[in-house]
């Protein structure tokens, strides 16, 4: 992984390939934030600004010969938008992975960004770290992220910025791990391996893992989980990672679904609907590498990851339309629709981590098509108990992700009535993201809950922007990250 340090020194005088420097739009031109270029230069990029195309605006980045004005031979001008506001610590995150996505296969990088104080520090270090990303697993040949970053700050010496920086670098690893699992092909990321891969990543940490495998699953009635998972040749399975503290203050639950392919089962989804469909295992995928982190910075909380991992094929040994399953603790649903396969796999694992009685449980999922069409492919929903649903909306913003509180309209409710099990699968086709969010709702009791359905933001099929490269993005790692590292969870 691309290597982080902090600097004081003069940016003209830094050893690297290119210095970062942040431009913003004004209403003549661009302004040269800080004093990282000499003065006569950056007078000479304003007055060239048009020329040059420059403009300041956030995610542009101009690379330009320093002409000997400074150490390094390339200056880098990423813009961060409208000049004369307070540059918030996500512009600043974006701003940092903009230019150190843009700078692919350059080995060093000076960033002389606004990094003033801690928070400030924190910020571009995330970025750029965030944007220092490139899967490379299946090409021969790739160019490879930034190798080093030096990090122009006047708090180089003080524990705040060092803690930030040293929490970033575990932050970024949290999710680079979890978009390397998404971008992963299908063909290589099935049940099994998955369970394997999370073993692998948790041995020599203090986090433990239990792994229950189809027969474990069946003898233990998760319904939900076997009838997903019986058209595939590959078997499903649960994965639990514990992270428990002596002095845990508190206790989490997160669930994510694991979906490795998801074909829509015998009621297929079409050719052009399955193409990014490696990718339904995201929420499986962000929870696992939450926990890790987690321990990784030794939080005081109990956090434990329940992923929900199956593969949803056609076959004749797959769930049927009109079956009658099972899940754990009992409740009986009809399968009106196979293809609505994650809230079952999801029901089994809500039902397990509620039977451990945690303060709070949050479930994570690429879980509906409605969520796209209401909040678009960069804002994920958030629906459960009030009071921990909101929470989490406080949480994405300070991480700097984007989640939007949504309802759970009791009306709704009755379309999910079976005329021959306790529920089904499906209901009202208008508001099927909230009438998802109300199937998950009958299994967790009375544990405070909150849903995360992130089937927009999980993966990036259009262009990379800011510190999101193409693919898998890993949301939702940072926003459980700031919640469990919150002084208390409702």
């Known amino acids: 992984m691309t290597s982080l340090n902090l600097t004081s020194k003069d940016p003209a005088r830094l050893d690297v390939d290119v210095v970062v420097v942040a431009v913003a739009r004004t209403a003549s031109g661009i302004e040269v934030l800080g004093d990282a270029l000499p003065p006569t230069t950056a007078r000479e990029l304003v007055a060239a600004a048009q020329g040059l195309g420059l403009t300041g605006a956030a995610d542009s980045l101009h690379r330009l010969p320093s002409h000997g004005e400074l150490r390094a031979p390339v200056v880098a001008l990423v813009g961060v938008g409208e000049a004369g506001r307070p540059l918030a610590p996500e512009a600043l995150r974006r701003a940092a992975g903009a230019a150190t996505r843009g700078l692919t296969g350059v080995g060093a990088v000076g960033l002389a960004l606004p990094a003033e104080d801690a928070q400030q520090v924190a910020a571009v270090a995330e970025g750029a770290l965030l944007g220092a990303y490139a899967y490379t ?62 073993k692998a990543l948790a041995k020599g940490t203090k986090v433990k ?93 109990k956090v434990t990851a329940w992923l929900c991992l199956a593969e949803n094929m056609p076959s004749g040994s797959a769930q049927r339309p009109s079956d009658v399953i099972t899940q754990r603790g009992g409740t009986t649903v009809e399968v009106l629709n196979t293809d609505a396969e994650g809230r079952l796999v999801l029901a089994d694992g809500l039902v397990a981590a509620c039977e451990e009685s945690p303060d709070a449980v949050i479930d994570v999922a690429t879980l509906t098509g409605a969520q796209v069409v209401a909040l678009g492919t960069r804002v994920g929903a958030v629906m459960g108990t009030e009071e921990l649903r909101d929470a989490v909306v406080e949480a994405a913003g300070d991480a700097g992700e984007q989640f939007w509180a949504m309802p759970l309209p009791e009306e709704l409710r009755a379309s999910l009535d079976s005329k021959v099990a306790d529920l089904a699968n499906i209901g009202d086709r208008m508001g099927g993201m909230l009438v998802a969010g109300l ?29 999101t490269p193409v693919g898998g993005t890993g949301v939702a790692v940072r926003t459980l990250l700031q919640l469990l590292e919150a002084p208390t969870t409702p």
């Not at 990090?151 to 705040?160: D, F, G, H, I, S």
């Not at 508190?250 to 050719?271: M, N, Q």
């Not at 998950?440 to 999980?458: K, M, S």
């Open 209 to 301: 893992v239990t792994v229950l495998d189809e027969k474990a699953l069946a003898a233990g009635g998760y319904g939900g989980l076997v009838g997903v998972g019986q058209g595939s040749t590959r078997p499903p399975r649960l994965v639990k990672l514990t992270w428990a503290p002596a002095r845990a203050k508190r206790s989490v639950a997160l669930v994510g679904k694991g979906i490795t392919f998801d074909s829509g089962g015998l009621s297929i989804k079409p050719a052009k609907g399955m193409e990014a469909m490696k990718s339904d295992m995201a929420g499986a995928a962000a929870v696992l590498h939450t926990v890790l982190a987690a321990a990784a910075l030794e939080l005081p909380v």
């Open 137 to 198: 697993r299946y090409r021969s040949s790739e160019s490879q992220p930034v190798t080093r970053i030096d990090l122009v700050t006047p708090r180089a010496r003080e524990a705040a910025a060092k803690k930030a920086v040293a929490r970033a670098a575990i932050l970024a690893e949290a999710v680079h791990g979890t978009r390397d699992l998404v971008n992963a092909a299908p063909l290589d990321l099935f049940p099994g391996a998955f369970a394997d891969h999370a």
């Open 439 to 467: 199937f998950l709702r009958e299994f967790v009791g009375e544990t405070p809950w909150a849903h995360l359905d992130i089937a927009g933001p999980a993966f990036n099929d259009g262009g990379a922007h800011g510190y």
